[in-house]
């Protein structure tokens, strides 16, 4: 059964999600946007979708690159405003987040801001924008990078932007939870090991047992397909 790492990440994030759930995702997010969908065609059709455009249950013709475009308010029951997303999760109404950051560390503390010493930094980030406010907030959040090495898994973050309600992370190696521990090594995906996980991971794993990521069914693949024929969920791998 042929598959590539983006179609491993994408069905491995789009299990994470349950039914009747509210889930958010912002700009730059091609992973996370095919993921809520593949999820509402697969087993959880009241999931309710929100989107960084506005769209509430949006039915998107076409999957847009920048995953904030017109094509993702197509269908919508509603215009739902980012500020509004902030508010939901303040109240706490919503379920998922999907963000990511530079850094990730042992911790699960996230950092968008800058690498190196803060007031004279290498390198000044953008920033922690929506971050900062919904990681505390958003009951899970779900974070996602496309690359696993160890300048994204760090010890310990050069500057902590945000922190807060972590629930899974998930790469193209592996899943990480966390729990009062920080980051546990939930599962390995087929196509690696643990030692390649290591080697790529700024901090020594830690795990309770080894486990690896069902691979993805011909159900799932076939779903995939049919949710984003384009295959927009690679540009994140480019």
Same mark, same amino acid.
């Given at each position: 059964m042929k598959y590539e790492p983006s179609d491993m990440m994408t069905i491995a994030i789009a299990r994470l999600l349950k039914n009747d759930e509210t889930v958010f995702h912002g700009v730059a997010s091609p992973v996370p946007m095919v993921s809520i969908l593949l999820a509402k065609e697969l087993h959880a059709p009241?999931?309710?979708?929100?989107?960084?455009?506005g769209?509430?249950?949006?039915?998107?013709?076409?999957?847009?690159?920048?995953?904030?475009a017109p094509e993702l308010l197509k269908g919508t029951r509603a215009i739902f405003k980012l500020e509004e997303i902030f508010d939901l999760s303040a109240r706490g109404g919503l379920d998922v987040a999907f963000l990511s950051g530079v850094q990730i560390d042992k911790l699960g503390r996230v950092n968008s801001s800058v690498i190196g010493e803060y007031h004279k930094p290498k390198v000044r980030l953008p920033g922690g924008a929506g971050s900062a406010c919904l990681i505390p907030t958003t009951k899970?959040?779900? !974070?996602?990078?496309?690359?696993?090495?160890?300048?994204?898994?760090?010890?310990?973050?050069?500057?902590?932007?945000?922190?807060g309600n972590v629930?899974?992370?998930?790469?193209? !190696?592996?899943?990480?939870?966390?729990?009062e521990r920080g980051l546990?090594?939930?599962?390995?995906?087929?196509y690696t090991t !643990?030692?390649?996980?290591?080697?790529?991971?700024?901090?020594?794993?830690?795990?309770d047992s080894i486990s690896y990521?069902?691979?993805?069914?011909?159900?799932?693949?076939?779903?995939?397909e049919n949710v984003d024929p384009s295959r927009i969920r690679d540009i994140e791998f480019v």
């Amino acid at each position: 059964m042929k598959y590539e790492p983006s179609d491993m990440m994408t069905i491995a994030i789009a299990r994470l999600l349950k039914n009747d759930e509210t889930v958010f995702h912002g700009v730059a997010s091609p992973v996370p946007m095919v993921s809520i969908l593949l999820a509402k065609e697969l087993h959880a059709p009241n999931l309710i979708y929100l989107n960084i455009a506005g769209g509430v249950d949006a039915k998107p013709y076409k999957l847009p690159k920048s995953t904030d475009a017109p094509e993702l308010l197509k269908g919508t029951r509603a215009i739902f405003k980012l500020e509004e997303i902030f508010d939901l999760s303040a109240r706490g109404g919503l379920d998922v987040a999907f963000l990511s950051g530079v850094q990730i560390d042992k911790l699960g503390r996230v950092n968008s801001s800058v690498i190196g010493e803060y007031h004279k930094p290498k390198v000044r980030l953008p920033g922690g924008a929506g971050s900062a406010c919904l990681i505390p907030t958003t009951k899970k959040a779900i !974070l996602w990078r496309t690359k696993h090495d160890k300048k994204v898994f760090v010890e310990s973050c050069d500057f902590v932007t945000t922190q807060g309600n972590v629930h899974r992370v998930v790469t193209p !190696l592996c899943i990480f939870k966390k729990d009062e521990r920080g980051l546990i090594l939930e599962s390995i995906h087929p196509y690696t090991t !643990l030692e390649e996980v290591q080697e790529n991971t700024g901090f020594p794993l830690v795990y309770d047992s080894i486990s690896y990521t069902p691979e993805p069914t011909q159900q799932e693949l076939r779903a995939l397909e049919n949710v984003d024929p384009s295959r927009i969920r690679d540009i994140e791998f480019v």
